[in-house]
């Protein structure tokens, strides 16, 4: 799974900006380059962690041993999943990476999606696992156009809700 998700990484921080463009983005979208050839400065921005999710996510980029821990985090943390509109009903966004991958994302605060996708972007806060819940069988990219970013396979979402339910979060709200 660690090579995975390093290829993982690469692949959403490449491919985002096609998906992106794909769904309603302004029409001078930055140029996507081949994966290893660099247009320009960087597009992920390196976060400043706000929250407990954000420093669990940030450890277990730096420490397989800390990986457990996230994944419990991100279940039991209030997240944010992007929604197709700003309608109360309305379905997660969803990005075309390539042909035939369809990927749901989830950012770990408020701030991060109106950083990656701007203020008026439709959203919900709700758990984790319900977030990855209403994605299961598709891709999940973590804080898109962000770094640390994280796309979770089908299957990693599948062991990721396979994880038991934690006891209640008594520390209050992650934001």
């Not at 247009?39 to 420093?55: C, F, V």
């Not at 991958?101 to 709700?126: E, M, Q, W």
């Not at 898109?144 to 520390?171: S, W």
């Amino acid at each position: 799974m660690h090579r995975r998700f390093l290829l993982g990484c690469a692949l959403g921080a490449w491919c985002f900006p096609l998906g992106a463009r794909a769904q309603d983005a302004p029409p001078a979208a930055p140029p996507v380059a081949a994966p290893g050839v660099s247009i320009g400065p960087a597009q992920s921005q390196q976060i400043d962690p706000q929250n407990t999710l954000e420093y669990a996510f940030i450890a277990a980029m730096g420490s397989e041993a800390l990986r457990p821990a996230f994944r419990r985090q991100l279940l039991d943390s209030r997240v944010v999943l992007a929604l197709a509109s700003s309608a109360p009903d309305a379905p997660p966004r969803e990005i075309n990476p390539r042909e035939g991958v369809r990927a749901g994302l989830i950012f770990t605060s408020g701030a991060r999606i109106d950083a990656a996708l701007g203020p008026g972007a439709g959203r919900v806060f709700l758990t984790g696992r319900a977030a990855l819940e209403r994605l299961r069988g598709k891709y999940v990219v973590i804080n898109a156009r962000l770094a640390p970013m994280l796309v979770l396979e089908p299957e990693d979402v599948a062991r990721y809700l396979e994880t038991p339910a934690g006891p209640p979060n008594l520390t209050g709200p992650t934001e």
